[in-house]
């Protein structure tokens, strides 16, 4: 493990017994003494403390808001001038032929606009940003902060005690909170499909606030393996599972994420890589699509297995991108992409498991519902 980045909090979580695992170069907390199971079922009715400090932090700053967001929109097919001050959004960078090439949140911090990006595509979207934004506007990666999500149904009052105002904050809403001393950033969102928040905080003060969130009764640390099947559970796409370069916006199911105002017809239509790509799958529909699946047996369907229209087809239709356990529905779920005349809740279909075929019906999206605060 010596040879992968750490985190502020590495030494907090080798203290409190986390096993450790390599992850996007970095070494990373799967699981706790506790287990990946109950850390997960304990996020769904308490809180749980991820460190997300591996994700890459930005900055843009340049002459003016509207220079700033008009520029990024050259990048995004997402309304970006529009976005109020102290808001967030989801978002994604685009390629030529329409492909996700990283998804991320955005959000306005006066004229600035912070963007929080996967780790594994870091370098490549800072290498992006530095050479297509114009020169006004100035790249700053923020390689002096760490990133912590607390998560779940109690997570806003384990806030709230150390910050009235974050009561008030909404589901994508952003602000400057002081949580017991510590100047942060924070964003009311997540990656779980529950309440909660995440943490900008200066690297060298990032074990103490972890320390003091885990303090509270109803926290624990949470690592890896239970982050997986909540989002999992949650229906959120993992980059590089379930989206990547070749996957386009309205395949994923994130046609929701392109506003009006970038949209055929739209004030600030196009002007994006890969517009017209999009544009004629906004027309046209795609031609696949990420739907829920649901195992008829117990064995779980994980990543990369095939999906049929009948149990003796030779042709697949599709396949798995992300699959396991779902402890709090209690059965194997998977998420994957099939052609889009199949995608219709109900369907029946056939997944091939070590040469056997098993049946595998299409569900809803998402497997647990969302509990963001509105």
Known sequence: MSDFATTPLFAMHEAMGAKMVPFAGYSMPVQYPMGVLKEHLHTRTSAGLFDVSHMGQVRLSGPSWEAVALAFEALVPCDVLGLAEGRQRYGFFTNGAGGIEDDLMFARRGDDLFLVVNAARKADDLARMQTALPDEITVTELKDRALIALQGPVAGNVVATLDPRAGQMRFMDVADLDLSGHAVWASRSGYTGEDGFEISVPAEEAE???????????????????????????????????????????????????????????????????????????EQGPERVRVGLQPEERAPMREGVSLFDAEAASAPIGTVTSGGFGPSVQGPISMGYVAAPLAGSGTALWGEVRGKRLAVRVVDLPFVPARFKR
């Open 208 to 282: 103490a606030l972890a320390r003091r969130l885990i303090g509270d009764a109803d926290v624990a640390p949470i690592g890896l393996g239970a982050r997986d099947s909540l989002r999992l559970e949650a229906g959120l796409c993992l980059y590089g599972h379930d989206i990547d370069e070749t996957t386009s916006p309205l395949a994923a199911g994130l046609g929701w994420a392109i506003q009006k105002t970038r949209r055929p017809g739209g004030v600030r239509a196009g002007g994006f890589p890969g517009a017209e790509a999009v544009f004629a799958e906004i």
